[in-house]
């Protein structure tokens, strides 16, 4: 019995030198292969260009990766790092890991701007603020034995209306310094006006090492009392 022939949709025969394609891709060698150098379609374009914009990101380079063509982006900080195409298109990702906590920040405390405008200085003052509040009224927090195991507080009012911390600091020397950290004048004190400075980070962990060596002294100090028997009856 001869070989039965294959006839594609149109109804055309298929032969052997097609292969089942529609056009014929080229001769082929002694073993039935087809030979190198075929002749193929138009490649696909890519779906973005070097200097196209997504957000803050800008396409700098296209790089392979992962079986893939990615972006390789850089953000409007100077950040640059291949970003995943699917992400770029979907608006997932519009910009590197800190300018997103940034605006998310800006977002959280936007509340608050009507007494400090300048959002950087805000967000920055009040995520200091929450340090304090954290330190001081959270015993899960790990420096909460340093702070508000000392009876150290933060003053009430600033913790019910920020605003009003934001209206305070802004009348001290050094508030707009970014470099610059927020201290205890009296390290037994409580965070409350008038106790409060801006100094340098020196300046505050001189202060934190004298608070410290204190402190070891006094639980030094507790634990011989407690196995002294000076006192004890004979």
């Known amino acids: 019995m001869g070989k039965a022939s294959r006839r594609n949709g149109a109804g055309e025969e298929i032969g052997p030198e097609t292969n089942g394609c529609r056009s014929n891709p080229g001769s082929r060698n002694l073993r039935g292969q087809f030979k190198a150098r075929l002749v193929r379609g138009p490649a696909k374009p890519l779906p973005f260009a070097v200097g196209d914009m997504f957000g803050a990101w800008e396409v ?12 390789r982006c ?19 990702s519009t910009g590197c890991n800190t300018c997103a ?5 800006a977002k959280r405390w936007l509340k608050y701007a009507d007494a400090l405008p300048d ?21 899960r927090n790990r420096a909460y034995p340093h702070y508000g195991g000392r ?14 911390f934001l209206k305070y600091v802004q009348l001290l020397d050094g ?8 201290d205890r004048i009296d390290v037994d004190g409580n965070y409350e006006p008038g106790n409060i400075r801006f100094v340098t980070a020196k300046q505050n962990a001189n202060n ?27």
């Open 175 to 182: 508030w707009d310094d970014p470099s610059l950290q927020i």
């Open 151 to 164: 009876g150290i507080g933060v003053y009430k009012q600033w913790r019910d209306d920020r605003a009003s």
């Open 74 to 92: 850089r953000c409007e900080c100077g950040t640059e790092r291949v970003v995943d195409r699917h992400n770029l298109f979907s608006g997932k």
């Open 119 to 139: 959002a950087d200085h805000r967000c920055r003052l009040l995520n200091r603020l929450a340090s304090q509040i954290s330190r001081c009224h959270n015993e």
């Open 208 to 234: 934190k090492r004298l608070v410290l060596t204190l402190q070891q002294e006094v639980d030094e100090l507790r634990e011989r009392l407690r196995h002294c028997k000076c006192g004890a009856a004979s």
């Open 101 to 105: 906590k940034k605006k998310s920040a």
């Open 60 to 71: 700098v380079e296209v790089v392979r990766k992962n079986k893939g063509y990615h972006p």
